[in-house]
């Protein structure tokens, strides 16, 4: 699962994004507003989840924005999964491979 806190207010926004964050800052969610969905994703039961949903607000939401270049193929997806696949491989030891 993935999840998007909604814009919270942290230290990261804050300095990395100030004039935006100066404009917004009323708009923002607190801290703990912003974790509720990735502890509700922690503590659910799976099988109440979608697989490979993408959640906001305690509820899958759409992966994709209009015009936002978010789109992706599945080729792009089978490319990532295994460039990813060899980062963790070269990580676990040999040993615990069998």
């Not at 806190?5 to 100030?18: F, L, Q």
């Not at 799976?46 to 759409?62: H, I, N, V």
């Not at 994709?64 to 978010?70: E, P, Q, S």
Request: charged share 25%.
């Amino acid at each position: 699962y993935t999840m998007h806190p909604g814009w919270t207010e942290t230290d990261g926004v804050k300095k990395s994004i100030p004039g935006f964050y100066n404009f917004y800052k009323d708009k923002f969610r607190s801290l703990d507003q912003g974790v509720d969905t990735i502890v509700y994703l922690a503590l659910q039961d799976q099988a109440k989840l979608e697989p490979g949903g993408f959640y906001l607000d305690r509820s899958p939401s759409d992966k994709h924005l209009c015009l936002a270049g978010t789109q992706y193929t599945a080729k792009e997806v089978d490319q990532l999964f295994v460039a990813m696949k060899k980062l963790v491989m070269a990580k676990i030891p040999e040993s615990r491979l069998l």
